[in-house]
């Protein structure tokens, strides 16, 4: 895909010295500062959910009334330890 960016002189001759120093297109050193920043945008633009949403699911294993009464079984453990 073809797309036109206009930068001021300073920047252009920062591409240029970039460019040259690491013996690549000017185009190429563009494309990397674009992904680098995409990547980084990525990761300060998502949410705290957004960020553990890949952890946070259904368990199907297991007693389905472990959050039931919790308060009451917890005082039951502690008696029968004494």
Same mark, same amino acid.
Do not use: C
């Given at each position: 895909?073809?797309? &036109?960016?206009?930068?001021?002189?300073?920047?252009?001759?920062?591409?240029?010295?970039?460019?040259?120093?690491?013996?690549?297109?000017?185009?190429?050193?563009?494309?990397?500062?674009?992904?680098?920043?995409?990547?980084?945008?990525?990761?300060?633009?998502?949410?705290?959910?957004?960020?553990?949403?890949?952890?946070?699911?259904?368990? &199907?294993?297991?007693?389905?009334?472990?959050?039931?009464? &919790?308060?009451?079984?917890?005082?039951?453990?502690?008696?029968?330890?004494?």
């Amino acid at each position: 895909m073809l797309m &036109t960016l206009r930068i001021d002189a300073k920047i252009d001759q920062w591409v240029e010295q970039i460019a040259h120093k690491n013996k690549v297109s000017r185009a190429k050193v563009v494309r990397d500062a674009i992904v680098e920043y995409a990547a980084k945008y990525r990761l300060q633009a998502q949410s705290p959910y957004e960020q553990i949403a890949h952890l946070i699911g259904k368990v &199907t294993q297991g007693p389905k009334d472990l959050s039931q009464d &919790t308060g009451k079984k917890f005082r039951q453990l502690l008696r029968k330890r004494k």
